[in-house]
């Protein structure tokens, strides 16, 4: 049993409208053998009670756990080369430090969750493409400001700290950012951990 993703916004779209009746707010998975579920933990979740044998072979098991600490972990020819992750290591550092600067002053609404981003490089140091890999973004309640603003047609503008957020880390990371050439590329994998 597990809450819908949605209920950790609740209050953003509440609806007085709606009720909320079971199905509108919990998923039930249907006990499958050989499934395995992952799911963001911040999500309320439960099992039933399960009655029957006690032989693991023909029995539910659940394996709790975390993936490890968040970090930088490179790939392709800055995997195999120490000298050139420690110089992409210092331009990815130059590049994130006013980024996180830019994180902290307070004009972008403030997130909770787990931001993990994928930054493909060319093999002549340019940034090929970015992507989010792991997005468990959701805005934090107590920072939530409403309107903004009002579009052409006077229409109110919301905001939206997560969309606000990876917008300013995209537009950090690709624009004017080099890395050392190599001979095929790589990526990197950048965590961003909001708490």
């Not at 499934?35 to 394996?63: L, Y």
């Not at 930088?72 to 994130?96: M, R, V």
């Amino acid at each position: 049993i597990m809450m819908k993703p949605n209920m950790l916004d609740y209050w953003r779209n509440y609806d007085c409208q709606k009720g909320l009746e079971a199905p509108s707010i919990i998923r039930y998975l249907p006990p499958k053998f050989g499934r395995f579920v992952a799911f963001d933990g911040r999500v309320p979740h439960g099992v039933n009670k399960v009655h029957g044998t006690n032989d693991p072979r023909k029995a539910r098991i659940m394996i709790h756990g975390w993936f490890a600490e968040p970090q930088t972990i490179w790939f392709g020819d800055f995997e195999e080369e120490a000298t050139q992750q420690e110089k992409a290591n210092l331009i990815l550092e130059q590049a994130l430090n006013p980024l996180i600067t830019a994180l902290g002053s307070g004009e972008i609404g403030r997130v909770l969750g787990y931001l993990a981003i994928r930054i493909n490089i060319s093999p002549d140091g340019s940034v090929d493409s970015i992507q989010s890999v792991c997005d468990t973004l959701v805005a934090d309640p107590a920072d939530y400001r409403g309107v903004i603003g009002y579009d052409e047609d006077d229409n109110e503008v919301f905001e939206d700290a997560c969309v606000d957020l990876k917008l300013t880390i995209h537009e950090a990371l690709s624009s004017d950012l080099y890395f050392p050439e190599t001979v095929n590329g790589g990526s990197v994998i950048v965590p961003f951990d909001f708490v």
